[in-house]
């Protein structure tokens, strides 16, 4: 082999050994870099708070608690985006739950409640429902503006879970009569179930509804109690229609 052949191939060798190095550089840089990166959005986006807004039966620590069962929750960049893809879990009794920063290591928690309907009493605890008859809250605690529901046998009487009735079909009725009376801003005191027939409690007026429930027949109450002033009697709409106007009422005392 010729001296200037041999000298090419050390040159050629050095050369290789030189990129092979600059390679292993850039790769151990890349590497670096990329730890320190992943170090630095580790440490800012750390979770350090968690505020919650929106809620009024449901607790913020309840509301904290169900974000914070993740054990990747450490985090706010995951939980953010865990919510916005729609995998975030949230409680029974809300509608809606909404999760953003307010910055890199606090989370703004935005919920809306189920709206409450009314309520029955096991013992000393009322347990409070919404539209579909679920229970969203229990407490030792009588909230007002809201009512009672009595005259009708209820199991299943537990915390997020549906009220069970024997009479399925008129259960649903004063599901639906709680339903509109909210919508119609009205506040009874109560709502009965007496031999099949609906009654609402407001002050010292029984109103009559039937047994099938309608929006045009919750729609009558506001206006025809604001005219009965002071009367205390029995309110009848219970054959009250669009075909079938007529409403009657007689004077007599309401007992509790």
Known sequence: MSKGKHQAEER?????????????????????????????????????????SGNGYCTEQEI??????????????????????GYGEKLPCLESMKVGMKNPWTLKVTVKEKQIVGYVKEGKKYFYFDKNGMVVYESNVLRKGLPSITGVEVRNIQLYETLECDNAQIFEEILETSKEVKKSNLNPDKIVCEKNQIYLYIGKVRINLGNSVSSEQVAQIKPIMEKLGEKEGTLHLENYSEDRTTITFDIEEISE
């Open 12 to 52: 050629s060798q050095k050369g290789g050994k030189k990129k092979k190095s600059h390679r292993l550089y850039a790769a151990v840089v890349l590497i670096l870099a990329a730890a320190i990166l992943a170090l630095g959005i580790l440490i800012l986006f750390y979770r350090q708070a968690i505020e919650v």
């Open 64 to 85: 904290v608690n169900i974000i914070q069962e993740d054990k990747y929750s450490i985090n706010t960049i995951y939980v953010v985006v865990k919510y916005a893809a």
